[in-house]
């Protein structure tokens, strides 16, 4: 046989007092590896060069006198990134990237069909699947079970995502009924469900039902989290892989005459140890060797799996500057680095799903991506963290991830844990927000504000959730800053608005609210504050206005003269996916700046230090599909100022919901500013709280009011 480095490490494994130079000739003259040690041994082996066993030959020597006596350093994680490469791109895949193309095939229809079998049967909380009893369940031709057909037939998809996330001692499992098997490890299978008793034809979810397979769910889920970190903690080596060596490497051509006869008489097996060959016994001594061999040959096969993921993703020196700034800039490079020495594997799990560089631009503009996954822990679907169970989809599971782990100037104090709310926590903590509404002062009111236009029988405004205290981080407005407009034009902006009533805390039916629709809300704050910020910034172009849907569509510049022209062509429907809408502003932006910019291939746009700030107003009625994905990305971003106005029913716990987690992310990123109104909405006071926000400074009532009466600049253009 020809041997390997790997044949002569593990020949010197097993045969410890043996030297290269034995290992090389042995293995020479023998076809498998335990022919080469049976010939040690037994002291047997014709050489076809001549060569005594104890001689060194050429080739020996040769070999060795290549080889550096000490192997290079493996690079830290930062020398890593900052290593150059092979220039030419190449497509890069693996084992999860593989299983998202997969998925990703039918991922958005499988949703929108859930979504419309939930709505025809009334079942309105996302979180309960249909269910349906039948003698003859698979010749059934109804809508439920239909979907769930197409469920088992997915279940090849299942398995592959499963096992390219999975950590090591985690298990698959899936939920499809006629196509369990006795031993299918589904931990859900063991709970109630929202039906409670089986057996009727068509079954309604009951309330008390819900509540209690809830609470069971969120405790599941909760034990399953911890045992899964624990079990991904135990799995991690228990030595640096970056200070393991190659392979181990004798050094003993150069001994004398006398030391190689010694060597040569100690060679002689004992009759013992020729017993325990003939038997195939191996004595402690050899096993624990085998052993730490074993484990170390791993070790070296997880750090140059993970050196190849790095360089396969990161193949220029352009897309590791990018990677370097993007963790650098989230605060999660300390943490990073910490995870490549402490905890390898992990880091490999979460390098393969891409957490440490930024969103490609490709996946903005894709119906389904691996950030738009949904995960179901009944079902079988699964995130990409060991604590995956819990969270809606991909890409709420990595905002938290990289909120927990990022480094926060916290002025000394302890870093702030953010815990996903349970749906049973998320309710009540939006009744409780809701509770804290308060009347406005009537110094804001305006007999011109739709919903006294619209209704003239309302009686007074909506109550009110005061916005939080204006917290001026980014410098205030700059002549050189661009604003721009992005206005939510989903189906829902044109419906009634309605509100859901609970039953405990499942949604029996939906209720029609006397104020007037979120799109025409919508248009008199724009037309409010673009008449008071052109005022303000003597603007005579007016302001980019782009819309979004499932698509996005720049609409132009508005202004004072072509305002009503320009609103005329908008058209509403559609779903509600801002990272198109977002994908656009960017273009727009980078375009009119192109100069202070430079575009990835990969990761889109990329601003330079110079680069002016965009100041985004971003209006909608609701949670966007992909708004965890907006957001994760606005954590990212220094050269972006995101005030946020959300529009919604009065008195809904879905809007307060909503308005919670907005809250959270202005909390983190004090680039984004939020505001929200319910019901009949005050416009005046709504457009005063979003020009402080925008402009970033506490403007004063009465500079308001001044902007308000003079008349805006005279436009020179108009569409």
Same mark, same amino acid.
């Given at each position: ?300 096969? $997880?750090?140059?799996? =993970?050196? @190849?993921? +790095?360089?396969? !993703?990161?193949?220029? *020196?352009?897309? &590791? ?49 691996? $950030?738009?996954?949904? =995960?179901? @822990?009944? +079902?079988?679907? !699964?995130?990409?963290? *060991?604590?995956? &169970? ?49 009347? $406005?002062?009537?110094?804001?009111? @305006? ?109 132009g510049y508005i202004n004072h003269r072509n305002f009503a022209s320009v609103w005329s062509q908008i058209t509403v429907g559609g779903g509600t996916r801002v990272m198109a809408g977002w994908q656009q502003v960017k273009d727009l932006h980078f375009q009119r700046h192109a100069a202070f910019a430079t575009y990835h291939e990969v990761y889109g746009w990329q601003a330079g ?111």
């Open positions: 046989m020809v041997p390997t480095r790997e044949d002569i490490a593990k020949f010197l494994t097993i045969v410890p007092h043996a030297n290269e130079g034995h290992a090389l000739l042995y293995l020479q003259g023998a076809t498998t590896l335990e022919e080469a040690i049976t010939h040690f041994y037994d002291g047997s082996l014709t050489h076809a060069n001549g060569a005594a066993p104890g001689d060194t030959s050429n080739s020996v020597r040769q070999d060795q006198n290549t080889q550096p006596d000490h192997a290079d350093p493996l690079p830290s994680y930062q020398s890593a990134v900052a290593m150059g490469g092979n220039e030419s791109r190449t497509t890069h895949t693996n084992s999860i990237i593989e299983a998202a193309k997969l998925r990703a095939r039918d991922e958005q229809e499988m949703q929108s069909r859930l979504q419309q079998i939930q709505w025809d049967h009334q079942i309105f909380n996302d979180e309960i699947e249909p269910e349906h009893e039948a003698k003859h369940m698979l010749t059934c031709a109804c809508d439920i079970h239909q979907y769930k057909i197409r469920k088992q037939n997915r279940v090849a998809v299942l398995k592959m995502w499963s096992e390219a996330v999975m950590y090591p001692g985690e298990k698959y499992y899936h939920d499809c009924y006629y196509s369990q098997q006795i031993w299918n490890n589904n931990p859900y299978a063991r709970i109630i469900t929202p039906y409670g008793p089986v057996g009727r034809i068509r079954q309604k979810p009951e309330a008390r039902y819900h509540a209690r397979w809830l609470v069971e769910t969120i405790r599941l889920n909760s034990s399953l989290n911890a045992t899964a970190q624990r079990i991904a903690n135990q799995y991690e080596p228990t030595e640096n892989i970056w200070e393991v060596e190659d392979e181990p490497v004798a050094a003993n051509d150069g001994e004398g005459s006398d030391t190689a006869h010694h060597r040569s008489d100690s060679l002689k097996p004992s009759i013992l140890t020729q017993m325990r060959r003939s038997l195939s016994l191996r004595s402690s001594e050899e096993r624990e060797a085998a052993r730490q061999a074993k484990r170390k040959a791993d070790y070296r096969e $997880l750090r140059d799996a =993970i050196l @190849a993921e +790095e360089a396969g !993703r990161w193949a220029d *020196p352009e897309s &590791r500057r990018i990677v370097t700034e993007y963790q650098d800039r989230l605060g999660l490079t300390q943490h990073i680095a910490s995870l490549r020495v402490h905890r390898p594997m992990q880091y490999l799990h979460l390098l393969r799903a891409g957490y440490f560089e930024p969103i490609p631009v490709a996946w903005a503009r894709q119906n389904s991506n691996p $950030l738009k996954f949904r =995960i179901e @822990a009944a +079902e079988g679907w !699964r995130g990409i963290t *060991p604590t995956w &169970r819990g969270y809606e989809n991909t890409a709420e599971e990595r905002l938290y991830w990289v909120l927990n782990h990022r480094i926060e100037f916290t002025n000394g104090t302890e870093p702030r844990q953010w815990l996903k709310p349970d749906v049973i926590s998320a309710l009540e903590m939006a009744r409780t927000r809701m509770a804290t509404a308060v009347d $406005l002062p009537p110094v804001y009111e @305006a007999l011109d504000d739709i919903c006294q236009t619209q209704n003239p029988s309302a009686v007074g405004y909506s109550r009110q959730v005061m916005p939080s205290s204006l917290r001026a981080v980014d410098a205030p407005e700059l002549p050189t800053d661009n604003t721009m407009i992005l206005l939510d034009v989903s189906g829902s902006m044109d419906f009634d608005p309605v509100r859901p009533s609970y039953e405990k805390y499942m949604v029996t039916r939906y209720e029609r609210t006397m104020q007037p629709r979120n799109k025409d809300v919508a248009k008199a704050v724009i037309r409010r504050f673009t008449d008071a910020l052109a005022t303000h910034d003597q603007n005579r172009e007016g302001y980019q206005l782009v819309t979004f849907a499932n698509k996005a569509a720049s609409m230090p110079q680069m002016p700030i965009l100041r985004l107003l971003l209006l909608l009625d609701g949670e966007a599909t992909d708004m965890d994905e907006f957001e994760l990305e606005l954590l990212s971003l220094s050269w972006v100022h995101v005030t946020i106005f959300l529009i919604g029913a009065d008195g809904c716990p879905h809007h307060h919901r909503h308005a919670n987690e907005l809250q959270r992310i202005s909390e983190v990123n004090p680039h984004v500013a939020f505001v929200d109104a319910q019901g009949n909405t005050p416009e005046r006071y709504v457009t005063h709280e979003l020009l402080k926000r925008h402009l970033g400074y506490e403007v004063t009532l009465s500079e308001f009011e001044e902007w308000e009466r003079s008349a805006p600049p005279a436009y020179e253009t108009s569409l």
